[in-house]
């Protein structure tokens, strides 16, 4: 436990920033394992629609900075390819 009054703010920023980045990547990641149960299901309507919001909780995790640019455009590109490849 810090005993110096920075150090015992710290812990505290830490701790809320934490949880607000686990939110926003676990929202992330729920949206995107929707996107490909869609597509393994083979409904191209659904995936399409989930494909919407997955790209818009993707871009919400990187400009929170939970996750890098890189990152988001990788998964964007390859949803967007698995939705597109379906007949």
């Known amino acids: ?3 110096i009054k920075n ?3 710290a812990v505290k920023v830490q701790a809320k920033k934490a949880t607000k980045n686990n939110a926003y ?3 992330m990641k729920t ?3 929707k996107v490909e149960k869609a597509v393994n299901a083979k409904d191209k309507e659904l995936a399409s629609e989930m ?9 919400k ?3 929170a900075k939970v996750t890098t640019e890189n990152y988001k455009a990788r998964m964007k590109s ?3 390819k698995k ?3 379906m007949n």
């Open 1 to 3: 436990m810090p005993n």
């Open 51 to 59: 494909l919407k919001n997955a790209i818009k909780r993707i871009d």
């Open 31 to 33: 949206a995107i394992k």
């Open 61 to 63: 995790a990187a400009a």
């Open 78 to 80: 390859r949803l967007t």
């Open 7 to 9: 150090a015992k703010k």
């Open 25 to 27: 990547k676990a929202s």
């Open 83 to 85: 939705v597109n490849e």
